[in-house]
């Protein structure tokens, strides 16, 4: 699948970007754990590319018409989904560093009563 991602961001089309926020929601669906570290850094990295274009082209719009307020809701459903993708990936990197700091800390603490 991230070779899938990689092909798909490599051009910067409206409907390649439609189709890489398609794979964001469907990565919602599968448990973070599952993705390799790689996999998950390269993620995030197009994650926030995406989101980044996503806000310009919110932002450079100066006047909305009714007309575009369909577009602007799955703009913002589409950001949902990265920021939500985004924030399982960093809370399960945490979690990683946090339970290896804790590992290391029980090592060191039982070496030193050994003494």
Known sequence: MLSYLTEVTSTTTAQTQESELVVYHLLLYVPTEY???NARTCLVKKAHEADFQLVKGLVEREKWTEHDLDH???TLRN???LRVFLRRVIGLVS????SVSM???KASFLSSDRQ
């Open 95 to 98: 979690f990683e560093r946090i």
């Open 103 to 105: 590992n290391h800390v």
């Open 72 to 74: 602007q809701k799955s």
């Open 79 to 81: 950001l949902v989904t």
């Open 35 to 37: 993705l390799t570290k």
